[in-house]
């Protein structure tokens, strides 16, 4: 366990406007354990349970989500009772329990009042690739994702004296430290007078002509739609329930009746009622992928069934707790939601408009990049 400086904490108090009294020298740090749930969590620390029952299905199903190894704090006051305990619950949200003015114990989602920095660098490549960034930027996890975006380009075997790496990226701070998982916003790498260039937009990366660099798959979008309703993301309004939750998918609204499609070849592993979602169709593909489908009208696989790509699976609907006709449509990768968005090529948008807008944001970077 370890201590940190109590004004930190304080600070993130303050700015969630919650009111607290100071009882404490100390707030200690810890880490979400393997096999960790908020409910053993509440037994072992003599906080009520009924926080976690009291919660709504969907709410249960998101405390699932906090990661094994994420470092959450809490605090105590003089009788070792925890008065305020934050848990990440994602990048974006945290649990976070306190007792208030009347002593009692309560439950909230909040967002993470994190601070967000973006970092400009050149890093002459001495050691290997991973080896002169980490020794540089202190961050393992940049190497790793910078080898990624470039491994298509660079062969990092093949390096030599005078190659450098230019990088622009984002990251996270919370409670002092590094936080989530940073974005590399622009990068070049520079071997032997040649520079190879990678630039992020809206979920992917292109090179200085705009064109797509990292190929995603042929997952296609499951409907025809008029509108996309919500975009994934970890961090939404819920406008019905009129609190934060994370949307783990993307909304694809057009009218009642509308054929849902498989987004890949797959099989079926469910087709039913599930509680919020209405008719539901989950279906397995290859290499640890699963696509949901929600809130539809009617169902037309059993569970078990093969399905290929294009295939009508179901009709769009608005069973469930839905506010309008719409899908619902998730990825997941071994358990772990995805946006949707990365992972579906949408080829026709690729040109003219979008490419220009492209175009602009990669103009910007590289002048940026080019002055390092
Ligand atoms: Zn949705």
Redesign the pocket.
């Known amino acids: 366990m370890r201590y940190i400086k109590l004004f930190l904490f304080l600070l993130l108090l303050v700015s969630h406007g919650n009111a607290f009294t100071l009882k404490t020298n100390a707030v200690e740090e810890k880490k979400w354990g393997n096999s960790e749930t908020l409910l053993k969590f509440l037994e072992q620390n003599a906080l009520p349970l009924k926080l976690y029952y009291e919660l709504d299905e969907e709410d249960k199903k998101v405390m699932h989500d906090i990661n094994i190894g994420t470092t959450y704090y809490i605090a105590r006051d003089c009788s070792r009772d925890i008065y305020q305990a934050v848990i990440p619950l994602n990048e974006e949200l945290e649990v976070h329990i306190y007792k208030d003015i009347a002593n009692k114990y309560k439950l909230e989602i909040i967002p993470i009042n994190y601070t967000q920095k973006i970092y400009k660098v050149k890093i002459p490549i001495t050691l290997s690739f991973i080896n002169s960034i980490t020794k540089s930027t202190h961050n393992y996890s940049l190497a790793l994702n910078l080898q990624r975006i470039l491994k298509r380009k660079v062969n990092f075997k093949r390096l030599s004296k005078g190659d450098e790496i230019a990088i622009i990226y984002k990251e996270k701070t919370w409670m002092n430290k590094k936080f989530g998982t940073q974005r590399v916003l622009a990068t070049y790498f520079k071997h032997k007078k040649s520079k190879v260039y990678k630039f992020f937009y809206n979920g992917k990366y292109y090179d200085k002509n705009a064109k797509v660099t990292i190929k995603t798959s042929s997952f296609i979008v499951p409907c025809r739609y008029r509108r996309i309703s ?1 975009i994934f993301t970890k961090k939404r309004w819920h406008p019905i329930l009129h609190r934060y939750r994370p ?1 783990h ?1 993307i ?1 694809y609204a057009n009218r009642v009746g509308t054929p849902i499609w498989a987004t890949y070849n797959g099989v079926v592993t469910y087709a039913g009622w599930v509680r919020g979602y209405g008719r539901y169709i989950e279906i397995r593909h290859p290499n640890g992928y699963h696509s949901v489908y929600g809130h539809l009208s009617r169902i037309k696989v059993k569970n078990g069934q093969r399905v290929k790509t294009h295939q009508v699976i179901g009709l769009m609907g608005s069973s469930g707790m839905s506010t309008g006709p719409h899908l ?1 449509f998730g990825i997941k990768v071994n358990g772990k939601w995805i946006n949707p968005a990365n992972k579906i090529v949408v080829v026709k948008n690729t040109q003219s408009k979008l490419r220009r807008k492209i175009l602009k944001q990669v103009k910007r970077y590289k002048r940026i990049l080019d002055k390092l």
Do not use: F, I, R
């Open positions: 919500s949307h998918g909304d619902h």
